[in-house]
Nanobody, 113 residues
Framework: QLVESGGGLVQTGGSLRLSCAASGTVFRIKAMGWYRQAPGNQRELVARITYSGATDYADSVKGRFTVSRDVAKNTVGLQMNALKPEDTAVYYC?????????WGQGTQVTVSS
């Protein structure tokens, strides 16, 4: 099970920190990622972190978002800075590649202009 939290409404240029709590052992050794889906768009992967802590990002968020994880606690975080209206979406965490049966409810991030 994956439970995301931390979303909200923020103005352009603001910051939010998202958290993802994973239960069970299936995610503990997998690469994890944050995905987002805006209305009318496909879900996209925006940040990924491997078991060893290596990270990479979509070009659209590089330099603004930072992904982290605590393997012992089975949690994944996403620090989002310098938010833009185009970051508005529902954000989800999942393994990379995603485990389709494990999508959570996501957390809504809305950035006002």
């Amino acid at each position: 099970q994956l439970v995301e939290s931390g979303g909200g409404l923020v103005q352009t240029g603001g910051s939010l920190r998202l958290s993802c709590a994973a239960s069970g052992t299936v995610f503990r050794i997998k690469a994890m990622g944050w995905y987002r889906q805006a209305p009318g768009n496909q879900r996209e992967l925006v940040a990924r972190i491997t078991y060893s802590g290596a990270t990479d990002y979509a070009d659209s968020v590089k330099g603004r978002f930072t992904v982290s994880r605590d393997v012992a606690k089975n949690t994944v975080g996403l620090q989002m800075n310098a938010l833009k209206p185009e970051d508005t979406a529902v954000y989800y965490c999942n393994a990379v590649p995603a485990l389709e049966n494990y999508w959570g409810q996501g957390t809504q991030v809305t950035v006002s202009s």
